[in-house]
């Protein structure tokens, strides 16, 4: 079952989502390195999605929530 990834309840900024992916990953016992190889990125681009420094696309959030087998809710 997945967990979700939910942002419709309010405004969330990169810092917010990226914080989530962040608790998330951590939940599922994934490293940043992990989590880059399966959503083929650099561990550092995961380190910029969790702090906030950098957007995802809608297509690298929807790797991004398979990976992290949680569904992104707008």
């Known amino acids: 079952m997945y967990a979700t990834l939910q942002i419709s309840d309010c ?3 990169s810092r917010d989502i990226g914080e ?6 951590k939940q599922r016992g994934i490293t940043q390195q ?3 190889e399966k959503i083929d ?3 550092q681009q995961v380190q910029k999605y969790e702090s906030g420094q ?3 696309t809608v297509n690298r959030l929807i ?3 398979d990976a ?3 569904t992104p809710e707008l």
Request: no cysteine; proline share 0%; net charge positive.
């Open 20 to 25: 989530r992916i962040k608790q998330i990953r």
């Open 11 to 13: 405004v969330m900024d």
């Open 68 to 70: 992290l087998e949680i």
């Open 54 to 56: 950098t957007n995802m």
């Open 63 to 65: 790797r991004l929530a």
């Open 41 to 43: 990125v650099s561990f």
């Open 34 to 36: 992990e989590l880059a």
